[in-house]
């Protein structure tokens, strides 16, 4: 096995989690988005996604989810996930 890989594995150091990559984004992991409202702004909010509403692999300005509070929103930040 190289250190080349391009797979992620579960290890969060193969590339940056920041949120374009849809393959990065399940439903029920805590992620920071901005919401519509917020855009101008760029305050992030906490949640956990229920929904990945992106269709396509990749968006420059981050995928776009609903939360499981119902909000909708861009993905910024994919923080360490709790090990379960």
């Known amino acids: 096995m190289t250190s080349h890989s391009t797979s992620n594995n579960g290890n969060a150091d193969a590339h940056h989690m920041n949120g374009q990559n849809r393959g990065d984004i399940?439903?029920?992991?805590?992620?920071?988005?901005?919401?519509?409202?917020?855009?101008?702004?760029?305050?992030?909010?906490?949640?956990?996604v229920a929904k990945v509403l992106t269709n396509s692999d990749f968006h420059p300005r981050g995928i776009k989810v609903r939360l499981v509070s119902g909000q909708v929103g861009r993905v910024q930040n994919i923080p360490p996930q709790p090990q379960l």
């Not at 399940?26 to 956990?48: F, I, N, S």
Request: hydrophobic share 40%.
């Open 26 to 48: 399940k439903p029920g992991m805590e992620v920071e988005v901005v919401l519509k409202a917020d855009q101008a702004t760029g305050k992030l909010t906490r949640g956990v």
